[in-house]
């Protein structure tokens, strides 16, 4: 059964709630109303035009529940990281009204005692996204799935790789093949309602983890399966996320996903790579354990106006001689027409049995 | 204060007890007794003659008890994964007589309600080595690390990462250099007596937890540090934590440890690196972060006999051009002497300010 959400994004919906614009968005669930009284009154479409929404925006909660919410979503960070006392009335008054309480946040809601006993006594449940199961081991099973896998890559942190991910999915569909997005970020698992944050999971199991991702996804009848990338490989805090991705859903194919003004990974000194030498890392790497070539460039062009939008996009093509687009400025369904060929399986590099 | 072990090796000591044979080698701590009924009434000396040592093996922990040893160590896995009834017993005996309780298994032991609950009456604690400190994220502090760092590196997990840094530790010692031992593992946390099982680390920290190691191996005034490295650079599994490793410690210089005799990662298809492409990939990904050319290569010629080991020595070194030995069978000095020159300090990778 579908959710239907109230999202707390108390003064923050507007700049800071990338939670709830993904939700909104992309989500499975639905979304009757959010809460953030610095623009209620108002709905979602007069806020952020291009959520296509016209959720209402209101004060509070108990305005929030004349909509029938069925589940009240976390969908911002609070400052400073501790809960602020205020959400925490919230949360309880939603608790009390028998809303599923839902939460990306680092903090573990759920081992909150006063929320844990609350929600057992009121019958409903808190959903932390970020909590991951337990997960075996890499095992290999994933070298035997059926359909292709992409895996979105990336030049930096929060460049678009969920984005880019979702609407290759949506392209893929509307093309009349069957495709599934795996989420590995807590945005990513709120929008579809399933999935585990890798970056959460204990360094050893963190590739089994993904490896239980694709499985699942290609048990459920995918005829191709996007998986949501994460970090970048020489990102000198992420790479081992992004390297338990690249061994541990044993991509097919990559999308490079980039935005052509990062000059640097973050906050730290490290340049960000060219698409050339990224292409060749990531193709080198992966040479090693299970070979997949990039087979297109998704530029993140935010931020150009759209003359120098497409001289990027026509810079990078030429000099890779790939497909290359922006696909959430110009539409995915063009650039998922030119990749489509170039998604075939690969086998795993073997050894020769001596 | 040094501890005093008994340990605990039920019928595996001879064969299956790695993580006991490498407190025997190379521990801080003093061993007073090992308990095996399958070997009791002769010495380690006996038993596993390279291991040099005339500690007593007993039948039971009454009978270790009159060696006054003030911790029990588990120094072996259960087979099949679950704690057997008899160690229970045997463990909560030993918590009953005030000894420390010191494992390396995956179960923690003070989150079993029984274990926990005597220890806390018997006033003695209950040290799981696996178990995680909180760490923050990677700074890059690292990067300021006076002493030069070295990691090893390998072609497959369990073929002497461990052993070589241990050696090239005490070598440098020898030569008058203060070198320091970082342990990432349970066994070398154990005979260090600190450290992190990296492993063990939610992926997103993992390197943060190995820049923490090293800071703490620089601001303790090492002049030179040997960071066990972990699994290898194509891992089907646990590349990630080899990764994390890579970044996160920020080594100066590389030493490929090597056991020739392997085809295969473990169980997995994907075939060893040769010497020379595990080297390329290894440069070539640090690269991009801050590079760490690999120094040399220490072979593990185990199960070869001296003249095939000499011979494929000769081999590495021809093919490579850099120092190469076997650090066990011809010991490290040599091998130190060696490398020594080339431990310079490297800068991170800076991108250009634009």
């Given amino acids: 059964m579908r959710r239907r959400y109230a999202i707390l994004a108390l003064d923050r919906f507007q700049d800071d709630a990338k939670t709830a614009h993904g939700v909104l968005r992309y989500g499975n669930d639905e979304v009757v109303a959010v809460i953030d009284p610095s623009c209620a009154g108002r709905r979602v479409r007069d806020v952020l035009p291009y959520l296509e929404s016209d959720t209402p925006i209101v004060e509070s909660l108990s305005q929030a529940l004349q909509y029938a919410p069925t589940a009240l979503l976390i969908g911002t960070a609070p400052k400073g990281g501790g809960l602020p006392t205020e959400w925490r009335g919230t949360i309880l008054e939603a608790i009390a009204a028998h809303l599923e309480i839902v939460s990306g946040l680092h903090e573990m809601l759920d081992e909150d005692r006063e929320f844990h006993t609350a929600a057992r006594a009121a019958g409903t449940r808190i959903w932390d996204v970020r909590k991951p199961p337990g997960v075996p081991l890499f095992s290999g099973e994933a070298y035997n799935a059926a359909p292709p896998i992409i895996l979105t890559i990336g030049n930096d942190c929060a460049v678009g790789k969920m984005t880019v991910s979702l609407e290759l999915v949506r392209a893929a569909n509307q093309a009349g093949n069957k495709a599934r997005f795996v989420p590995t970020g807590?945005?990513?698992?709120?929008?579809?309602?399933?999935?585990?944050?890798?970056?959460?999971?204990?360094?050893?199991?963190?590739?089994?983890?993904?490896?239980?991702?694709?499985?699942?996804?290609?048990?459920?009848?995918?005829?191709?399966?996007?998986?949501?990338?994460?970090?970048?490989?020489?990102?000198?805090?992420?790479?081992?996320?992004?390297?338990?991705?690249?061994?541990?859903?044993?991509?097919?194919?990559?999308?490079?996903?980039?935005?052509?003004?990062?000059?640097?990974?973050?906050?730290?000194?490290?340049?960000?790579?060219?698409?050339?030498?990224?292409?060749?890392?990531?193709?080198?790497?992966?040479?090693?354990?299970?070979?997949?070539?990039?087979?297109?460039?998704?530029?993140?062009?935010?931020?150009?106006?759209?003359?120098?939008?497409?001289?990027?996009?026509?810079?990078?093509?030429?000099?890779?001689?790939l497909p290359c687009d922006d696909l959430v400025r110009f539409g995915a369904d063009r650039f998922y027409a030119a990749i489509k060929d170039r998604l075939v399986k690969t086998a795993p590099t073997a050894a020769a049995r001596t």
């Fill in 186 to 321: 807590q945005t990513g698992v709120l929008i579809a309602g399933w999935g585990i944050s890798i970056d959460r999971v204990i360094a050893d199991f963190a590739a089994g983890a993904a490896e239980q991702l694709v499985l699942y996804a290609a048990h459920e009848g995918a005829e191709l399966i996007v998986v949501e990338g994460q970090g970048a490989i020489n990102h000198p805090a992420y790479a081992a996320v992004t390297v338990a991705l690249m061994t541990g859903c044993a991509p097919d194919a990559l999308v490079l996903v980039a935005d052509p003004r990062r000059r640097r990974i973050e906050t730290y000194p490290t340049p960000t790579l060219s698409y050339g030498a990224s292409i060749a890392l990531h193709e080198r790497f992966l040479a090693a354990v299970k070979p997949a070539p990039v087979v297109g460039i998704a530029l993140n062009t935010h931020g150009l106006n759209e003359n120098e939008a497409l001289a990027e996009v026509e810079r990078a093509r030429s000099e890779i001689g």
